[in-house]
């Protein structure tokens, strides 16, 4: 129990293989899974990781060990398992570790229809019960799941290829058909988006040059990861040698996508959130957008300004999802890349959100650099990383320093603002971390609050 509690996060399963996460583990976790949410059918995808082929078919060997039927759509992105789980009206299980590095694997799980499962929507029940399997040392296919007759026979694999109609519901989302030709360099990372960029990607005005498009889970060029800056280093150098109109550089598993401007530079996924919700404002006036409390303050702003109603909400995908059902918003983005849209089950799609920026460029004559300068009205730090042994003792070292100088809020951790300027700092879940995040209207004052904070937080 504490491995698997160990390797059970908030809201999917990751840890190092085989150490964490191996075999029985997973097998055990297919037999839980069936029983807990009680499918008699669901879709299982993986990434191109080397662990991802044996851990795959442990799992459907414990799904269908307990009657359930499991189509298995093979190499895919994360944005595909939920396309899948969508359109089939199934659950899903993907096997990525996303932007973690080669020796880590791990599921995202999700009910039918891509609603996600987290821990208090289905996962912890799904550890409960793969611990009591492991402990009690039994075939993840004894005995038989509720309803089902000893003797029963297994459920069925069928491999089913979902790729092309992915491609195809994406590009009924966002036409690109009718746009200026675009040149684009797209760093796949040796991962999934190698895969499905190519498909999406077929036959519209859009010439590829790609980076490191050969599947590869070892990762032999740079980790998978678009928010460490080293490893977007050699897209902004083939963006500016060929002359390309954009870059683009996804993740592990394909779920968030960073864009890169012609000049080369990093534009913020703030900047993306505003362009995208302006594009979908546009489609659904006076609709709500999600963002999360780490986004700009120019998204608020924003999305106000083209008859939206911006909804706040803290870190984290399963917040976002369930905030978007709730109130029916129309997209959601993230500072950390994640984008999300009520067309796409409320899933989470990288692609989809590259779409949206080469519609908004190829629609009109300007350089990404002038489109998204519209949507970029702050400086801001990004976020910082410090590794404290007591997190709650520099939280309050935080708010005693800044007591009587701005309003203070703890949605998410410990938030101050005070006048063209604001912060928020938050707790690692996994880590012994804080992560700090900053912003304000000028870049010496956003410098100054940042040093301060660590200053506070280091000491």
Avoid at 14 to 28: F, H, N, Q, S, T
Avoid at 138 to 148: R, S, V, W
Avoid at 318 to 333: H, L, R
Avoid at 419 to 443: K, V
């Amino acid at each position: 129990m504490g491995d698997l509690a160990k390797i059970f996060k908030a809201y999917d399963v990751r840890g190092v293989v085989p150490d964490e996460l191996d075999e029985p583990i997973a097998e055990a976790v297919g037999a839980a899974f069936v029983d807990v949410t009680g499918a008699t059918s669901l879709v299982v995808a993986r990434d191109m990781r080397t662990s991802g082929v044996a851990l795959a078919g442990a799992f459907i060997r414990g799904a269908t060990g307990r009657g359930a039927d499991v189509i298995d759509a093979g190499l895919g992105s994360t944005d595909l398992l939920y396309y899948a789980s969508g359109s089939l009206d199934l659950p899903g299980v993907m096997f990525t570790a996303s932007h973690n590095p080669a020796r880590y694997n791990g599921m995202k799980m999700c009910h039918a229809g891509a609603v996600p499962v987290g821990s208090d929507t289905g996962l912890t029940a799904v550890r409960d019960r793969a611990a009591e399997l492991l402990a009690a040392e039994l075939p993840a296919a004894e005995p038989p799941a509720p309803g089902l007759e000893p003797g029963a026979a297994h459920g069925s694999v069928t491999e089913k290829d979902l790729l092309h109609g992915y491609a195809a519901h994406l590009r009924g989302l966002v036409d690109l058909r009718a746009i200026r030709p675009l040149r684009v360099v797209v760093d796949a990372g040796n991962a999934m988006g190698g895969h499905t960029v190519p498909a999406v990607f077929d036959g519209l005005p859009i010439e590829v040059t790609p980076l490191f498009f050969e599947l590869d889970g070892t990762f032999p060029n740079h980790e998978a990861n678009p928010l460490e800056p080293a490893n977007l280093v050699d897209l902004q150098r083939a963006v500016v040698e060929t002359g390309a109109d954009l870059g683009l550089a996804f993740d592990g598993d394909a779920d968030r996508c960073w864009v890169i401007d012609e000049r080369g530079r990093s534009v913020s996924p703030s900047a993306v959130t505003a362009l995208v919700a302006a594009r979908e404002l546009a489609k659904h006036p006076g609709a709500k957008i999600i963002h999360n409390l780490i986004t700009s303050q120019g998204v608020p702003e924003i999305v106000r300004e083209h008859g939206g109603v911006p909804v706040r909400t803290r870190v984290g995908h399963s917040f976002i999802k369930a905030e978007m059902a709730a109130t029916g918003a129309v997209f959601g983005g993230e500072h950390s890349a994640h984008y999300y849209f009520r067309d796409f089950w409320f899933a989470d799609s990288g692609m989809l959100a590259a779409m949206h920026v080469l519609a908004a460029l190829g629609e009109q004559a300007s350089p990404l650099s002038e489109v998204v300068a519209a949507y970029s009205r702050y400086h801001a730090s990004g976020e910082i990383n410090s590794t404290v042994a007591d997190q709650a003792a520099a939280l309050a070292r935080v708010r005693e320093t800044f007591g009587g100088r701005g309003s203070f809020d703890e949605l998410d951790g410990l938030t101050v603002s005070g006048s063209g300027w604001w912060f928020n700092l938050r707790a690692s879940n996994t880590e012994p971390l804080l992560r700090l995040n900053t912003e304000a209207a000028d870049e010496g004052k956003m410098t100054a609050i940042r040093d301060e904070v660590l200053a506070v937080v280091r000491s």
